[in-house]
């Protein structure tokens, strides 16, 4: 098989949507965030990510399991939402992040915007970004949103912008500012308002943080599973020693 | 080769059989439920899987060494049972999943319902489901048996459910509470009786425990001569130093 | 190259020959019983096995260097002997296995017979036997060699009786109780007798235990050296640091 | 993919140009100075390297992200630019050093030019060269520039030499002596005066201490978040165990 | 690529040449005594081997940068020698040594020498040798030099010496007594001394002890800066934390 594949289960009946990306990182703000507009909009699966890389994970949300990185749309809003609940391995970032791109352009995606964390600089009101091109630069400070201007940024974030920038793709990052806590249900709600900022996306808010909590806790739940899985894993491999080369 | 190839020793000859898949996992319940049934059912090889990255053990049953991964019918319950006897590698889950559901489907089977365990969360009385589309939720309650609602599995049991869930593939999991003891026997008893229940499957189950314990003697003996080997290699490894890279 | 390549060295002039397979284990039961053939039948070199998992060694006997894993033939006992002076790989088991099964089937040879060793469990005067069929295990039993009813054996004998199983070809493994010291000539004697009641194969082994005791000997040396050879390798690759990624 | 691959972004309308080369090394000198003539000159990028066995780094420089191994041009100079601003793995050195010169034959590259850092030797005021052909030693020596008669010299300078040698390509490269802290400006300064030297490069360097501090600030910075990313990385991975194989 | 390569950067006008290998071991004595014969017969470069899982060092000699594995020729003498300044890795030795076979079975070579060194025994003053024939152990022992009877050798020496008994092809190796130091120039002076009693080759040898020391200096600092470099690599990939994968 390829490092990463993407596989649709359902039609694509989008006509140049955004495609907004929320993978995990600095307080999963991008996971926490991405759920919740999948929640909120609605919006229905339309394919997921495998690669033998990925952890033999499968998330159960609503009784029925599915693999941990999805991909949902919603005709209404004209929106596609890629998440992950687990943590990319490094070796496969730069995999997904040109998988998720070359999807991205076969879809006619018109422009891919990232959701994230960033370390708290101030009192954590704030959202920074980065853009694929000075146009969208313009266009951030324009919204009220900071820019990074120098520095690094890493996974497949990082790694997806630089391909955008490299072969001129539309794409931006919005990164909330979280604390280095699991997660940061207030770094998401920051980012889906700068989200609503920058895109005019219409969705109710009022509940954001008080669900963003709900999100977090169902993630907390499963990722102790899966830590306590991975133990048990791993106490199995030791005891039967050299078996496991 | 293939990551892992399911080779067949026999015909094939059901009619859209049910698939029980009894892998190790929490007290190793899947693996003891699924010999008992092939040795109740007096059930017949019909094959087995290999992979360059599984254990290199086999299993010695009544004085004849088997492929610790096996696959067995049974043409009178239109039944087909697929085990294994050690711990799946954590790199051979995702492409063991595929084959068996690639295989499942080329088989024509009708149904998988994989058996396991999971950590008691009450007087360990009590099978958990999960299954891949919401009408078999539904059968599943309407069995007495509670679904879960959020949360994580791992292993080929999960990474298999969501590729059936993804597909539309009918399959469920049944869990039965296990203590995290290295076997736990009567887990696989109730899991058992959840499976009569959901199948009709008449087995005559008035032995069930205590044929569970023998099973268990037995792969206690199994393993502890797998560790011992492990040890062995381990050891001579270690002192042949930089030669076995 | 394929994981493991057998080659051939001399003309194959048997007819339906049996293979005896002496690999090292327990004791190095296997390799210095199939040491002992090969000397005291006169029996030719035929072949070797490589891969590039296999510790990059080479055995001096007589003189001459040689690939530590191989093959020899006796025309007049109709006999193939295929030994190993190492220990294989844990990753190489499963490929050098199916290779040696492969390699048989392709040679017409009858019947496979590994020597190996178990670890003592009365007196240390006994011989244990595992079988590919219910046929082989009757004869064994005819012969006064207890078979093993439940249990696990590892490594290329076990995996190598586990494909001969599922595949239905006629193989039968003998097994010397056998101290876990680096190497146990006694049971090399134990396994030699055992085989010569199975086969009927005539070998004077008067001078059984004495030889073997030479053998080991020998074999005692070459590791030495292989193990110093191994902490030379070791002690160089640290001096160079990150050079040996 | 291929173990490297030089993917270009714009059109190459060079008419054999020299490659100035600029990969971290001791002190950081190559990418300090390199990035240095990329700023002064005002090069435009002319496309990028990327490796699964890369770091998923994205370098943010004015605003934008970009991939932190990339190729430069400069049509007024006739000349391009390769530097990278993360250190490249050990596994990726031989397969980058190949594809370079593969790509500046390609690309009727005249003469490649390595800039490093060397360890203090004296006052640290001096710059050693090596050169693939006797003919450029001399030249070397012509400019005041010592070479180095015996010794070692590694990474992708070292290999990309040894190519350029042995197929008897043009090429030399220019050692700062540098102080073994993490950069090293003065190293950087030190090495392009040699540059301007030996090419004949007309750049203004009044401002080249002062402007090469800006350069290793903004690296610190960037290294300092990447590590962070790493640690972060390395944190998450340990808390899920087992699962991250 | 192939795992190991073998590249030519000259003709190869030599008829049934002998090739003389040098490759390092203990006490480095097979490539300070190939280095000398190369300098002192005046040799030419003819080519060089490379792999990706070589070390990435470029050795300086007479300041040019050379690959550290390569292979030289003297038309006048009829002789090719191949010799490494860096230790092969395990997992490279099968492939070289099958590599240098093919290559000389394909060039016509006459002969193989093997030049190393074999922990000091007596006096330090004597060379044994191993040869792929009884006629060679004969001819070995005709010119006075002990050959082993039993023992074990390893590395390219020892595979290559087994490769070339199996196929038949005329060796030998020849291993001067040497101390378990870094180098031993004195094992070099040894093994030459044998040398030319096996081939008669004349070469001046007055100066052999005061060379060899030489060539050990400039090694022990080539190994020095490797040491360092390696260090330096290993430092860097450490403060990067997880990036480097």
């Known amino acids: 098989m390829a490092p990463v594949e993407i596989i649709e289960t359902a039609a694509f009946d989008l006509n140049k949507p955004i495609l907004i990306e929320g993978l995990p990182g600095l307080g999963l703000v991008g996971t926490i965030a991405a759920t919740y507009l999948v929640d909120k909009l609605k919006m229905e699966p339309v394919g997921y990510m495998v690669s033998e890389k990925f952890p033999p994970i499968a998330a159960i949300h609503n009784n ?6 999805r991909i949902y749309k919603s005709k209404k809003h004209n929106l596609v ?3 992950s609940e687990f943590i990319i391995p490094l070796n496969s970032v730069y995999p997904l992040s040109t998988a ?18 960033i370390v708290v600089r101030g009192e954590q009101d704030e959202v920074f970004g980065i853009a694929s091109t000075q146009a969208l630069v313009k266009e951030l400070n324009a919204n009220g949103i900071k820019t990074i201007k120098e520095g690094a940024t890493t996974g497949v974030n990082g790694v997806l912008l630089a391909e955008c920038a490299s072969r001129g793709f539309p794409a931006i990052s919005l990164l909330a500012e979280a604390k280095p806590n699991y997660m940061d249900p207030r770094g998401a709600a920051l980012v889906i308002e700068a989200l609503k900022r920058v895109t005019g996306l219409e969705i109710e808010t009022s509940d954001l943080l008080k669900e963003s909590v709900e999100v977090e806790k169902k993630m907390v739940d499963m990722l102790d599973k899966a830590k306590a899985a991975g133990r048990h894993y791993q106490k199995a491999g030791e005891e039967l020693g050299g078996m496991y080369g």
């Open 64 to 69: 029925i399991p599915l693999h941990p990185a």
């Open 81 to 83: 939402v890629l998440l």
């Open 100 to 117: 998720i791109l070359d999807w991205a352009i076969k879809k006619k995606v018109s422009k891919i915007i990232s959701l994230g964390g």
